[in-house]
């Protein structure tokens, strides 16, 4: 009986079938790593300053919607600009929990409803494309805003309780303490918010991009893993053949 002799792989395959595999695995560890940064990253920065609203009431229509659903970032010391939509604490005017009003007034403002048919702030007319009607059939007033407070009302002056009905305490206004975020983005008009927001722009892109290469560096491991597989049962189904062959 002829000795068994042993069977080795072809010349080259020895050489470039690790390194391919080499290759490979850094590959995979690259995506993971840079995922597992970006996300970290983008993730820490964007869940824990952006918050999700759900509009509960008609309060808002036709800008928003009951349903609707909006994203706010916190004021972190800064003060709403007139026009600015904020989610406030409403039980001071005895609406429970959160609710989404418009900014009309600052502090120092001189807001004033309805001589001319419209809103005034500081005597100027207030555009309003947004509002159907500027007092919803209510008595007109003048207000002039304190400091650190603001004065709000909601687009839908027929159907929302806000600063109009509460004149007589504090001017019918909030502390800027109740304003618990102010929206950026609302599922039915999209983005509105600042130029100075763009960062939160870029803390979402890094969380989807980091969520993409740590699914692809998964991906590029497991395939990889499966090639090996599939490579050595080809190998040992090549090698069986041979081993029989010259053992006859």
Known sequence: MTAVQPITPHEGEVAVAP???RWVFRLALVLLGLGTVLTVTGGARTLGRVHDYAVPTTSMTP??????????????????????????????????????RRVIGVGGDRVACCAGGGLTVGGRALVEPYAASANGGLPGYSVTV?????????????DAVDSRMHLAQDQGTLPLT???GRVIWSSRGGWIGRNGDSSVIAYFVALGAGLLLFVLGLVVLLVSAVLALVRRSRQRQAVGPAVRDRTM
Request: glycine fraction near 12%; charged fraction near 25%.
């Open 19 to 21: 390194k391919r595999r």
């Open 146 to 158: 304190p400091p650190e407070r603001l004065f709000l009302l909601g687009d839908n002056r027929a």
């Open 63 to 100: 800008t928003l919607r009951s349903g609707d659903h909006v994203m706010t970032v916190p004021l972190d010391g800064a003060v709403p600009q007139r026009g600015d939509l904020v989610v406030v604490d409403g039980s001071a005017w005895g609406i429970p929990g959160l609710t989404l």
């Open 178 to 180: 109740a304003v618990s």
